[in-house]
């Protein structure tokens, strides 16, 4: 189908024309649609299903359609109530083209597709991304699509295929087990309808079709054959006797108006003329809708001898279920026809044999349990059970006593066991796949996640498990475990500590690291690798009977291996393996995301630190600087500190910040801080000129960048010097202002300050200087706003925590001070990048710092160079 749309030319909207006509194109296709239509109808597996889509896929809404000449919805979620069309046109929904497409369609913004854009549901706001997946029955016929879907535009991973994708074949298996319910169910109701009205034949009515199914001896009570039966209910009234028409007519018009029982007895004209009785019964099936859809029933021909024994084995023999009844001395006294079949003896070889001798397997089973318990307390038993080879088969049987012994009726459920078992087996290999993505997800340590896996895995999958990842150094090293039994989980603990160190290079393990694929093994095997000594006693100890080494993939390497071990005569089916190997490939994936992510830090950390330089060490004071970039992701910011020494020989801080945190903002960085450092050391200027040549040379060079700033000068004249004091001289360009802690340990609050305007928005902007006069011992920190700034509280709390925190930690030495501030304003993990820059004066019993206004600004002398 794929292929004839190709053939048409580029793509365009009758796409999904050309993909409708393909689907009504094939009957085989419909027939298989149609039956699964019918059959899903209410199963609340459905529903389960597409929710599950939805949520582990993250999407709006979900929906599961078939497709037939319509699509009908199977099931729906993240819609309201009564929103979903339950059938629409197959033209008019983007599942058609989903179908025909041999994969998972992935459309980010349907809108923008030219095959789906006209659509009702795209073009109404309910479908914009969209992500479906065909439903392929075991038969290779596509029937319908799974689909998940968005009303905003979306990128769907590859990760979100796989996992739609395998989420379709449980949708197929759901399917394909309610339709195979839904024919138990049928012949189920046919038999006991058989029994209750005593009949040789049965009968079948679709109403929804027309169709009129009879059995063999049916259509022989009727005078038909095969060749002139038409299937229609005109064949019926055409040999029911004219006298006798209307009132049958009325009494199954009745059993399908009410939704109830039909029962009758009529006369039948056959084809040479002659006339037989005949007896029926029926019962109306309902639909979804609530109204009859199918009578079923059963008829026996009573003309001739109707005593109650005759009346009983025609029903044993013509039901399509087995029967055979029991003696006191457990022998079988009646058999049916259908038990021959199902038991494969003949009534002759089981006429009088003891059953526990014909059938031993049922000795100290849940057969024998059953029945014993019906004739100990004569109340009848209904079970599910499993007979081995040469039967092999699982049968639901129900069991009553009677005065002459017991009777059982047993029908073979092993294909719809088997169904359900799929189903359940696949919902739990979707939980635990949900469960891995969840536990890898939700943390950056992916090794310690992965080392967790065992617990996951086991004994879902495996009777015990380890987990190897190869370390940075590229040797191997296994970083969890667990067994199912707890009193083995020590043996298996000990077993990891030292079987690595003891497996050569042609162990599973190597080979699995070395190739990258998978590794079966045979426990005795791996023994035999191993040299005497613990590991191979441990192994022995813990006695598996295989394993399978999985490696864990990343991008183009093996990062580890997980092994699963299994008990003797156990190994895991093709739908376990792809299981366990998905769960391998999804820690792999996580391992070497969190190798990346870790390079990247560490390259973008490096690439900030390496335009921070260290600061000089002037002979009047101790500088001190920090850089602390944000844990959130692996990022280089716009944060800056910088010291130098002016050819005055005066010091010179700098803390800025560029507004962004990309690798723009860490370049205008760079580039900010070189052009303020040559301004600063070329011209000598005060920190307000600084600024304002700054703030020039940024309109002059068009950087479009937007960056705070604050500069302080500390500077002395000779008469300053031998008083023991220092001027700081500082201009602020919309940055926090320094703050001082002075010799005793309080920390001084400056004049009231004006912020002047970022850099970058007014290079004309008049800009202010401030003096404030410092004691030796002094310190003076500049920050950035990552150091008191939080999502869960405002700035002014902030600086009222740096405050109080400088005032506690005033007494330490300088480095020491600035680890203690950063420990305890935001415990080595900030928010924001984060610098500080800080000098601290050598130390002179002087005064307390005396203030001054932004606009008092005292006569300077040149300081002196050295100092």
Known sequence: MERSLRQHGAVRASDVELAAEALRGDPARLRAARRLRVAQAGS??????????????????????????????AGVAGLPPGSATRETGLTDTPCTLAAVGGDVLAIPDARADERLGHLPTVTGGLVVAYLGAPLTDGEGHVVGTLCVFDPVPREWSATDVATLRQL???????????????????????????????????????????????????????????????????????????????????????????????????????????????????????????????????????????????????????????????????????????AERLLGRSREELLGEVIWTAFPATVNSAFEEHYRGAVRTGQPVSFDAHYPAPLDGWYELRAWPSPEGLSIYFVEVTEQKLAREGAERSAQRLALLAQVSAELAGTLNAQA?????????????????????????????????????????????????????????????????????????????????????????LLTALAPGAAVCLPLRGRGRTLGVLTLYFGRGEMLSRED???????????????????????QQQLAEGLQRSLLTEPPEPDHAEIAVRYLPAVEAARVGGDWYDAFLQPSGATMLVIGDVVGHDT????????????????????????????????????????????????????????????????????????????????????????????????????EAERQESVVTLDR???????????????????????????????????????????????????????????????????????????????????VVPPDPAS
């Not at 299903?49 to 929906?63: D, P, S, T, Y």
């Not at 949708?171 to 006991?192: D, F, S």
């Not at 050391?681 to 703030?695: F, I, K």
């Not at 950035?784 to 405002?794: F, I, M, P």
């Open 777 to 859: 011992g002094s310190t003076v920190l500049l920050f950035t706003d990552g150091l008191v700034e939080r999502r869960d509280a405002d700035l002014d709390a902030g600086l009222v925590r740096l405050r109080e925190a400088l005032a506690e930690v005033s007494h330490l030495p300088l480095q020491q001070l600035l680890d203690e501030v950063l420990e305890r304003l935001v415990d080595g993990r900030p928010e924001d990048d984060v610098a500080l820059v800080a000098v601290r004066l050598h130390r002179q019993d002087r005064p307390r710092p005396v203030e001054a206004g932004p606009n008092d600004v005292p006569d």
């Open 168 to 338: 379709a074949a449980s949708v197929v298996t759901e399917l394909e087990y309610a339709a195979l319910t839904g024919e138990y169910e049928r012949q189920h109701l046919r038999w006991r309808l058989a029994m209750d009205a005593g009949g040789v034949g049965t009968f079948d009515w679709d109403l929804r079709s027309g169709e009129l199914v009879w059995d063999d001896p049916l259509m022989t009570m009727f005078g038909y054959t095969p060749a002139d039966f038409d299937g229609t209910i005109t064949a019926f009234n055409r040999r029911l006797h004219p006298d006798d028409l209307p009132r049958v007519s009325e009494a199954l018009r009745s059993c399908i108006d009410l939704l109830g029982d039909f029962e009758a007895e009529y006369r039948v004209v056959r084809p040479d003329g002659d006339t037989r009785w005949v007896q029926a019964r029926g019962r109306a099936l309902a639909g979804p809708d609530g109204t009859t859809v199918r009578v079923l029933g059963a008829a026996y021909d009573t003309t001739e001898d109707r005593t109650g024994d005759v009346r009983v084995t025609r029903v044993l023999e013509a039901m399509p279920a087995g029967f055979y009844s029991l003696d006191h001395e457990w022998r079988f006294t009646h058999v049916n026809a259908e």
């Open 577 to 599: 393996l792809a299981t366990a190997q998905d769960v391998a490939d999804r820690a792999g994936l996580a391992l070497d995301n969190t190798r990346l992510y870790a390079q």
């Open 664 to 763: 723009e903002a860490a370049a205008a960085m760079g580039q900010l801080r070189g052009l303020l450092r040559g301004i600063a050391t070329y011209s000598d200027a005060p920190p307000v000129e600084v600024l304002r040549g700054l703030d020039a040379s940024m309109a002059v060079l068009q950087t479009h960048v937007l960056a705070t700033a604050a500069v302080a000068r500390f500077e002395q004249n000779d008469d300053e010097r031998r008083r023991g004091i220092t001027r700081m001289r500082w201009a602020n360009a919309g940055h926090l202002p320094p703050l001082v802690i002075n010799p005793d340990g309080s920390v001084a609050e400056l004049a009231a300050w004006k912020g002047d305007l970022l850099l970058g928005v007014d290079s």
């Open 449 to 537: 996640a992965t080392s967790r896996l065992p617990r996951l895995v086991v004994p879902g999958l495996a009777q015990w498990c380890i987990v190897t990842v190869v370390e940075a150094d590229g040797r191997p090293r296994d970083v969890g475990w667990w067994h199912a039994e707890p009193s083995s989980r020590a043996l298996v603990e000990r077993y990891a500590a030292v079987r690595l160190d003891a497996m050569p290079a042609t162990s599973p393990v190597a080979r699995a690291l070395l190739a990258g694929e998978a590794v079966r093994a045979n426990a005795d095997e791996v023994a035999a690798l191993l040299p005497d000594g613990e590991a191979r006693d």
């Open 44 to 73: 609340p597996a459905v529903d389960r299903l597409v929710e599950l889509a939805a949520r582990l896929l993250g999407a709006r809404a979900g929906q599961i359609s078939l497709l037939d000449d319509v699509q009908s919805v």
